[in-house]
Structures are given as C-alpha cells and as structure tokens.
C-alpha cells in the first residue's frame, strides 16, 4: 500500500491527475482542511445566527474535493490560493440559502453552480447559460430563473437604494409614483430588468460585494473579513462594480 504521507503536495496533484485514486484524493483533502475551518471560523463572527459551523466546514470540505477534481497544477496557480476563494463562495452562498431560498432550487442551484465551474474548467472560459442548461439537464429557462434569484435579490436591494431617484453613486429609475406618471410600472419593470442583466456581466466578486454591502447591510470591513480581502480592496471592488453598472446602464 501506497503511503502518500511522505509526498509533497505538488507529488500528489500529478499523482492524482494521473490515477485519480480516492485515497490521494482523502490525503490532499486532509491538508487543506485548515483552509475551511479557518474561513468558517471567520464568517461565523459575523453570520453565528444562521451559520452552523459543522455544516459550512462540511460545505468546505465539498469544495476542496471538487476543486481537487477540478484543479490543474500547470497553471501555476497554488492550489491554496486557487481553492479559498471557492471556499468563501459556497459558505456564503449556505448561509445565504439557508436565509432565503426554498429547497428545490437550493438544490439546483448548486448543481447548476458546480456544472458552471466544471465546464469553465473544460472549455477553459465561461459557459454560456445554453451550455449550463444542457450539461444540467434542465429546461433553459428554468435554469435562467434559478441563476437569476441572487442577482434578483441585489437589484431589490439597489432598487430600494435608488426610491430617491437619484442615489450618490448615480444610478437612476423611474418614479415608483403610479398616480403622476401612468407609464411608470412599465417603465419601473424594463428598468430593473435591464439592471438584473447588467448585474449578470458583472463577475463573481462584483455581484458578491454588491451582495455582501446592500442584500446583507455588511461594512466594507466585514465584507472584507469575509471575502479575505482587505478593506480598501472590498472598496475598491465596490466602487469599480457600481462604474461599471453605470457603464452598462447607459
């Protein structure tokens, strides 16, 4: 029997790309389990009244086994950098299911999630929605439906930010004022339409901050705690999401 202890972990990524032995697998896992406790440590500070910390370490644990299957050491990329912003990405997104969302889209969510990621890997750059619905196996406008619910929630959010017509970072929507202006909820329903597509061109770290600072009222300090990032970089993130919002909403 193969004793794997005594491998580095660079030996036993080219070991495992090779024969893709579970107990390679389990070994590599077992190293980077600090990575998850120590993130799910981090973000139960700020989420303990939802988080169970067993359940989002196992979501961690998930995550480095995927990203084991998933990772390609010739991109010389460590696997530790490479695997914690995955890990981040799945507790937040348990916590965020366990506040809001039914269980049967929960559950494709996640599977829609993960063939998003998959196929990335394979195709080596963003799936289209087509794509995903077929790797799936789901109708394509469910699928459309189900990856809209969390930016759905980040354009409530803005919506409610943007009653005054015109907010600090500049984005603008109708009047919600139905009695003055009788074209207003057509008017109101293309705009937050188009403001749902344009937080969909935004990347994952965009629409997570938006998230993060107007879905769950978090301070860039938090924020930043929580994506292990600092906080002028949460900032910054901040600020270059809402531009290019504006750029798109033009």
């Known amino acids: 029997m193969d004793d794997f202890t005594q491998k580095t972990n660079e030996e036993l990524f080219a070991l495992y790309k090779k024969e893709r032995k579970p107990e390679i697998r389990r070994e590599l896992t077992s190293r980077y389990l600090y990575i998850a406790t120590s993130v799910a440590r981090q973000m139960y500070d700020i989420y303990s009244s939802t988080m169970q910390m067993e359940d989002a370490v196992n979501e961690g644990v998930l995550a480095i086994m995927r990203g084991i299957d998933s990772y390609d050491p010739e991109r010389n990329v460590k696997f530790s950098t490479y695997i914690s912003s995955r890990i981040r990405g ?8 366990q506040e809001w969302m039914p269980r049967g889209y929960r559950k494709q969510l996640s599977m829609i999630e993960d063939s998003f990621h998959e196929l990335e890997t394979k195709l080596g750059r ?6 995903v619905a077929e790797y799936v196996g789901i109708n394509e406008k469910r699928c459309q439906r189900i990856m809209a619910l969390q ?57 997570t901050v938006l998230s993060l600072h ?3 009222k978090l301070k860039m300090e938090q924020i930043g705690q929580v994506m292990g990032i600092s906080q002028p ?5 901040h600020t270059g999401a809402l531009r290019k919002l504006r750029r798109i909403l033009k």
């Open 90 to 97: 799945v507790m937040l997104d348990y916590v965020r299911k």
């Open 126 to 131: 963003p799936p289209t929605k087509e794509e």
């Open 214 to 216: 107007y879905v769950e």
């Open 151 to 207: 930016p759905m929630s980040i354009v409530q959010s803005l919506d409610m930010l943007m009653q005054d017509e015109k907010t600090p970072q500049g984005l603008q929507v109708p009047s919600t004022d139905l009695s003055t202006q009788p074209e207003a909820a057509f008017l109101r329903e293309e705009t937050l339409t188009l403001l749902r597509d344009a937080i969909l061109k935004l990347d994952e770290k965009e629409r």
């Open 233 to 237: 970089r949460a900032s910054q993130i």
